[in-house]
């Protein structure tokens, strides 16, 4: 994951140095995130929080670190608040920690993107301290235990999603609603991936589309949310991946009347953590293929985590 972070925002995070979480969020630039810094670095020498910064940041650096000649800061200046659309699909996986008070509360309110002004830089990164674990039967909803992070993607791979229309129904596809209740004036793109022969007959997987789609622009309230679902013999297990986390369920999305065994876990795993967002990206890679071929695929055809012909 890359974070993005001009150079007021980072005299900030330095400033709040006696902040419980401010060594959390320096180990995370340090060891796990990508860091583009929107200053060029010659700047380090002309102030000191800077310069005492780098000084202890020297050791055990992993990743990408550069930094940035005015013509190169990202977002380009001036800001305009729909930027990360024009930056394809990383855009919306990044963070950024942004001198523009404006831009910064007109983003944070469609929350599709993780941004953040001067003096949110520990609130922003804790965030994605998100590491979780429990038993599948101690979940009540969805809306409680998913995090409530930025949102413009989800891709649900799950074998039995439609496999039973009695169960699809009464469960009223309530995980993606509790997703959908997350953007505000900005849209979501939603991606089912399930398996052929567990598809129940009697649910017609053109008309879901149509009515996940319908509540799912309601929810966002955006016209543009889109649906899609497709059908493969090459998925297994089930994930869930946004463009923040990713949740391991160790059975059917479906909470209720699904015959949750006790010892069934579910596990979100941050994305700001390099091991977890590569595992994500290996599994993308799969429903990228799935995506070329798939044995069926109905609705709008549209993510920003894997792409269709």
Not at 201 to 229: A, P
Not at 260 to 278: F, G, P
Request: include cysteine; proline fraction near 3%.
């Amino acid at each position: 994951m890359k974070l993005y972070i001009d150079k007021e925002n980072l005299i900030s995070l330095i400033k709040s140095k006696d902040n419980y979480l401010f060594e959390d969020c320096q180990l995370l630039i340090r060891r796990e995130l990508d860091v583009q810094y929107n200053f060029e670095k010659s700047e380090i020498w002309k102030n000191e929080y800077l310069l005492a910064w780098f000084q202890r940041f020297g050791d055990g650096i992993k990743g990408e670190h550069i930094f940035s000649s005015p013509e190169r800061v990202y977002p380009a200046r001036p800001i305009k608040s729909n930027f990360y659309i024009s930056g394809g699909g990383e855009s919306f996986n990044s963070i950024y920690l942004i001198d523009d008070e404006h831009i910064c509360e007109v983003i944070a309110e469609k929350s599709c993107v993780l941004i953040g002004k001067i003096g949110d830089e520990v609130n922003v990164l804790e965030r994605l301290m998100i590491e979780k674990e429990t038993r599948a039967i101690s979940i009540e909803s969805w809306k409680n235990f998913c995090p409530k992070l930025p949102l413009s993607d989800v891709i649900i791979a799950d074998t039995y999603y439609f496999k039973d229309k009695e169960t699809y129904e009464k469960n009223n596809n309530e995980l993606i609603e509790a997703l959908a209740n997350i953007p505000h004036n900005s849209p979501l793109n939603v991606v089912i991936i399930t398996k052929p022969e567990n598809c129940d007959k009697r649910i017609n997987l053109e008309e879901e589309q149509k009515r996940i789609k319908e509540f799912v622009k309601n929810r966002t309230c955006s016209s543009t949310s889109s649906v899609t679902i497709m059908t493969s013999n090459k998925i297994h297990d089930r994930y869930l991946i946004t463009n923040y986390y990713r949740i391991n369920h160790g059975s059917c999305f479906h909470l209720k009347d699904n015959g949750l065994k006790k010892d069934v876990h579910s596990e979100i795993k941050s994305h700001a953590i390099r091991n977890n967002e590569k595992y994500s990206k290996d599994l993308i890679s799969i429903y990228q293929e799935i995506a070329l071929s798939p044995v069926k695929c109905v609705g709008d055809k549209k993510s920003n985590l894997i792409k269709f012909e």
